[in-house]
């Protein structure tokens, strides 16, 4: 189970990593030793695996190796790693906790892993993985290389090792001889090492540089060790002069190399020689050092040492050794050596002192200290070696035992304090007591801060003069005398932070001709305090927010200052547990943003200080992404006594911010399908309300209306759009540009969007529709969509006229004799505009019939046209609702059935004038009968109707009468134009055979 969780964790790692170099270039960069690698088994294996482009480079990294085998390519077998003990699968772990498989530090990114003895089941794919310490993950973590073995029998590399002489006598040469053969011609770059008992003596790289091991590079440095290679397969090493330590078994280990293209090399398997065996013998020296055995000397005084030699044969030096005690098991350490021509070198203990070697004569050295201490007893060793040839042939030394008298039993001084723990601006007061008898003192301040060197304060002179070292402003010297003691005070005025530390006074005395050191006093802390903080901060605890809006958390100091207090902030963000800096001002308000801290970020955050004082922290644009812990972390500052500044401890406090999605429940207003009717030319308003969505000022609407005509050609067309940040669009589409010109689009409230249409027209008829899409800006300034609702279709009508034609007919028989006028009414009862105009036909058809044919027709635009009867048709418009025709001088032939038909015409907008009703009147049935006829039908008539007719002849004669006057009035007046009814504008006769006409 445990590898599987790893693999998948594994597996989604490897993807991010691969989107990550997908995105860009990678940061993090790991590499591992190319391959594949060829060793020998049982030889050992090393890899190299570092790793560039952290954050920081000083911090140690954690590694870990993993391999997969060629039985089980998929199948992941964890091996070892630098911080987790229990890693290795358990095929691994014995040879771990053995040491025989090791996975090392070179330095902070970069690690060595080693076999010590390659198995045959080591072959296989090898995995170096970096443990990323940032939580971002962006560059290369994890690479491979492939190890494959060779057996031993199919190496070709011999190694022989020889010497001339195998037994050696002290300071003679041991000449060591390594010859590298092989049959593999390609291998031709060797790396050569000589070792005894298991420790490299010197190795020789490819390139012939040499390189000694730490335990022979002193003698290298002194000329005892040289190798070089002295042929195209033989190396040689030199020891001279030889000490009886280098006796032993030495071997030859030769590793080939192999240059790649890149020009580095790759060492192959290594393979060692046999075993030499050298034998030295210790040689008999006539050198003999000798010295004196016990010498004793007062604390203070100088201590000089001598040691002398006998039969001096070459050119000598000197290295004179001590230690505290004279166990043999103790170290010796340096003190001064004097080298064969003569250069002095002190060691680096005694660098501060006053010491020196001389040689007076050629068989005399001697060792000065001045001013010794009791630590300077023990044992002081004298070491001669004798040199011929820049080779040392002989070394003998001698010791002498030191003892450092103190003067503590006559004289000492301890210092003293009443109040060595103040507060800043307090003053201190220390005491110096020496006690003994009164002599000449030359008296001492010092002061050591922190882990610093010692200080001078001042130093006072028996003769009462003063020599001020620091600034003598800061302190105050008294003298008080008193019985076997003299007190000496150092006064501290207004005590800062520089004046804490380690005190100490130092007494000298000049007894006997000779000026002596007394050992100082104990050491006295001082230690200057802060006064108590008086800070104390408010700030709200938790807020919560929408995102995209910009935020402010304000924290705020509420307690009384001091005088002099400045104030430096730090902004931080909490996220999984770790604090990471935002931005922060100094006492000087000199504001600095994180080092992890996105400069996209930057942009987004500033802090600014106001009055209280009150420290507030913006984020403009919040996302999610700022979800956690902001911590203000406040520092007061305060100026001590000298104008220096000095902080307290920092005080803080937290607020937890909630970035969160406003709700986004984008509904409109959603009806029934709404039908709208409009007269030609009024002005149309349309209403698309949202009913229910998020009020935030972080989201944006885009609104765009839909037309649908009745036309399949016009379906759900865009008309007009008004996006998110304001910009109006009209989608091109040639058939609605003339609706799209008379389009107004307007927004009343934040929630409304209305469509208004100007001066409508029949052709605007249809279905409109409102779509509401909701907007919100991302972090990176990006517009992302978050909602859309559509509104519910609005059937649009618009029409030219309401159809409220009627016409009627006043008689609807009529007997009239021949040559007796008749007229045929055509009355309009109703009408929809004032606008109208009509064209009225009149038709007759017989009864028998049921062909009609139209006689007279009276054009809208006043044209007359007798279309059947020629002149007997007399056309009447006494008003502008009524028509007439009257049939002139009538005969038998003009009996039948008569009736108009009336085109009501009215202009539009869109198609200029068109007809939009069409009426015909009821029936009218005319007889004409001779007068034997007529006196015939009146008889069988009663003495009812004889009146009648009677009463209806003599008003029809009226009426004919009436109608001539007219007639003949208006040829006066105007020939073919009509009378009064007629006067209306007069348009010629339109002959296409269209609808209209």
């Known amino acids: 189970m445990r590898w599987s969780l790893h693999s998948i964790w594994r597996a989604n790692l490897l993807f991010c990593l691969g989107v990550l ?14 391959g594949p690698l060829y060793r020998v088994l049982g030889a050992p294996l090393s890899i190299s695996c570092n790793v560039s482009g952290f954050a920081s480079e000083t911090t140690q990294k954690e590694f870990e190796f993993r391999i997969k085998k060629p039985a089980n390519p998929t199948f992941e077998i964890n091996i070892i790693s630098t911080h987790d003990q229990s890693f290795a699968y358990a095929v691994y772990a014995r040879r771990v906790m053995s040491k025989e498989i090791t996975l090392k530090h070179v330095s902070p990114n970069s690690v060595l892993f080693e076999i010590q003895s390659l198995q045959k089941a080591d072959e296989g794919e090898y995995d170096c993985n970096v443990i990323n310490s940032e939580h971002v993950y962006h560059g290369i973590y994890s690479v491979k290389t492939t190890v494959k073995e060779v057996a031993p029998e199919m190496s070709s590399l011999v190694v022989r090792i020889s010497t001339q ?19 593999n011609l390609k291998e031709r770059f060797f790396s050569v090492a000589w070792l005894r008992g298991g420790v490299e003596l010197a190795r020789i790289g490819p390139t012939g540089v040499l390189s000694v091991g730490p335990e022979y590079s002193g003698r290298e440095k002194e000329g005892e060790l040289r190798a070089a290679r ?3 397969r033989d190396y040689r090493l030199i020891l001279q002069p030889v000490r009886t330590e280098d006796q032993g078994g030495y071997i030859c280990r030769a590793w080939p190399q192999d240059r790649g293209q890149d020009g580095a090399f790759r060492q192959g398997a290594a393979q060692d020689s046999s075993l030499q065996l050298v034998s030295i013998s210790a040689t008999e020296s006539g050198l003999s050092v000798e010295m004196q055995r016990s010498v004793s000397v007062k604390e203070g005084d100088r201590l000089k040492l001598t040691c002398k030699v006998d039969e001096v044969k070459g050119r000598l030096s000197v290295t004179w050794q001590h230690k505290l005690t004279s166990t043999s098991t103790a170290l010796f350490t340096n003190v001064i050596s004097l080298s064969q021509e003569g250069v002095m070198a002190i060691a680096g203990e005694f660098m501060s002192r006053k010491v020196r070697a001389t040689r007076p004569a050629t068989d005399t050295f001697t060792l000065e200290l001045e001013e010794v201490t009791p630590s300077d007893s023990g044992v002081y060793q004298c070491a001669v070696s004798e040199w011929k040839t820049n080779s040392k042939t002989n070394s003998q030394s001698q010791t002498a035992t030191v003892t450092v008298e103190p003067t503590e039993s006559f004289l000492k001084v301890n210092l003293i304090s009443r109040n060595n723990r103040v507060n800043v601006g307090e003053n201190v007061e220390l005491l110096c007591r020496v006690r003994g008898p009164r002599v000449p003192i030359t008296l001492t301040w010092s002061l050591q801060r922190d882990a610093s060197t010692v200080d001078n304060i001042l130093t006072l002179y028996p003769n009462g003069d003063i020599s001020w070292s620091g600034d003598q402003h800061r302190y105050q010297l008294k003298v008080e005398n008193r019985l076997n003691e003299v007190i000496h005070y150092l006064l501290v005025n207004g005590a800062s932070h520089s004046e804490a530390g380690s005190y100490q006074c130092r007494a000298s005395v000049f007894l006997e001709n000779v000026h002596k050191k007394l050992p100082p006093s104990n050491h006295l802390a001082v230690m200057v305090q802060k006064p108590a903080s008086k800070l104390i901060l408010t700030s709200p605890t938790t807020l919560t927010r929408d995102v995209n809006t910009d935020i402010e958390i304000k924290c705020s100091v509420i307690s009384e200052p001091f005088a002099s207090s400045q104030y430096a902030v730090t902004w931080l963000h909490q996220q999984w547990a770790e604090n990471k800096t935002i931005v922060s001002s100094d006492r000087d308000a000199l504001v600095t943003f994180g080092t992890q801290v996105e400069l996209s970020n930057r942009q987004r955050i500033s802090m600014r200080r106001t009055k209280g004082p009150s420290f507030e922290l ?53 009806k029934e399908q709404q039908q709208l009717i409009a007269r030609e030319g009024d002005e149309v308003e349309l209403k698309c309300n949202i009913i229910s969505g998020a009020s935030s000022p972080s989201f944006f609407y885009k609104v765009s209306w839909f037309y649908t005509g009745h036309s399949s050609s016009v379906m759900n067309v865009p008309l007009v759009e008004l996006d998110h940040t304001g910009l109006l669009r009209y989608p091109k589409n040639q058939a609605l540009r003339g609706l799209q010109g008379r389009l107004r689009l307007s927004r009343p409230t934040k929630m409304s969007f209305y469509l208004g249409i100007q001066r409508a027209h029949e052709g605007d008829s249809g279905t409109y529709q409102c779509q509401v899409e909701q907007y919100q800006l991302d972090g990176e300034g990006h517009w992302q969509q978050k909602a859309s609702d559509s509104g519910s279709p609005i059937g649009l009508t618009i029409n030219v006229v309401e159809k409220n034609l009627s016409l009627v007919m006043d008689e609807v028989e009529l007997n009239v004799s021949r040559y007796q006028d008749f007229t045929i009414p055509c009355s309009i009862t109703r009408q929809s505009s004032s606008e109208s105009e009509f064209q009225v036909t009149w038709f007759w058809k017989k009864e028998i019939e049921a062909k009609q044919r139209p006689i007279f027709t009276s054009y809208r635009n006043a044209t007359l046209q007798d279309r059947y009867w020629g002149h007997q048709l007399i056309f009447g418009h006494p008003r502008p609702s009524q028509f007439s025709l009257t049939v002139s001088k009538p005969g038998p032939e003009n009996s039948g059935l008569y009736f108009c038909e009336v085109e009501e015409w009215l202009p539009s907008l869109s198609h200029g004038w068109r007809k939009v009703a069409e009426e015909k009147s009821g029936y009218l049935n005319v007889n004409v009968y001779t007068e034997g006829e007529a006196v015939s039908e009146l008889q069988c008539k009663s003495g009812t109707w004889i009146g009648i007719l009677i009463a209806f002849g003599i008003c029809s004669l009226l009426v004919i009468f009436i109608l001539v006057l007219k007639i003949c009035r208006s040829k006066g007046s105007g020939g073919e134009k009509s009378g009064q009814s007629l006067s209306a504008e007069v348009h010629p006769l339109n002959t296409k055979t269209s609808a209209e006409d």
């Not at 990678?26 to 190319?34: L, S």
């Not at 050696?168 to 092989?182: A, H, I, K, P, Y």
């Not at 803080?652 to 986004?664: C, D, F, G, K, W």
């Open 21 to 34: 170099q997908y995105c860009g270039e990678a940061k993090v960069h790991t590499e591992i030793q190319a």
């Open 165 to 183: 002489q195998t037994a050696l006598r002290e300071g003679q040469e041991l000449s060591l001889s390594c010859n590298v053969d092989t049959q």
């Open 230 to 232: 002295i042929g195209d």
């Open 618 to 670: 913006t984020i403009r644009q919040a996302q999610i992404s700022d979800n956690g812990l902001y911590i203000c972390e406040v520092v007061e500052w305060l100026k001590d006594p000298h104008g220096d500044w000095y902080q307290f401890s920092p005080v803080s406090r937290a607020t937890t911010l909630t970035v969160i999605e406003p709700a986004n429940d984008l509904r409109l207003d959603m």
